[in-house]
Nanobody, 121 residues
Framework: QVQLVESGGGLVQAGGSLTLSCAASGSIFSIDHMGWYRQAPGTERELVATISSVGATNYADSVKGRFTISRDNAKNTVYLQMSSLKPEDTAVYYC???????????????WGQGTQVTVSS
């Protein structure tokens, strides 16, 4: 079994910063891409940022220059440093990882339970 556990969400004023963490645990052979997605009330889940196993990153235009994604492969952990936060960044943030549980098995998508980020104006 594989679990993704997020932490670091909370309430912050506009212009402030938060860092989210997501640790993958369980039966893991390898992890390809890891990423963060978010979903605000009444909207669809959207990509925030992704990072490959070798560190190549991709960001949504709305967060470029403000958010930084990174990962620690030894700890199977991905981070999202968020700065210059805006009220429109308010959402539930979900961690995602493409995980291969054993040699020869296909990569599968796993999701965390989500962590709330609220930015007050």
């Amino acid at each position: 079994q594989v679990q993704l556990v997020e932490s670091g969400g909370g309430l912050v004023q506009a212009g402030g910063s938060l860092t989210l963490s997501c640790a993958a645990s369980g039966s893991i052979f390898s992890i390809d891409h890891m990423g963060w997605y978010r979903q605000a009330p009444g909207t669809e889940r959207e990509l925030v940022a992704t990072i490959s196993s070798v560190g190549a990153t991709n960001y949504a235009d709305s967060v470029k220059g403000r958010f930084t994604i990174s990962r620690d492969n030894a700890k199977n952990t991905v981070y999202l440093q968020m700065s210059s936060l805006k009220p429109e960044d308010t959402a539930v943030y979900y961690c995602n990882a493409n995980i291969r549980r054993n040699w020869g098995q296909k990569v599968r998508d796993y999701w965390g339970q989500g962590t709330q980020v609220t930015v007050s104006s």
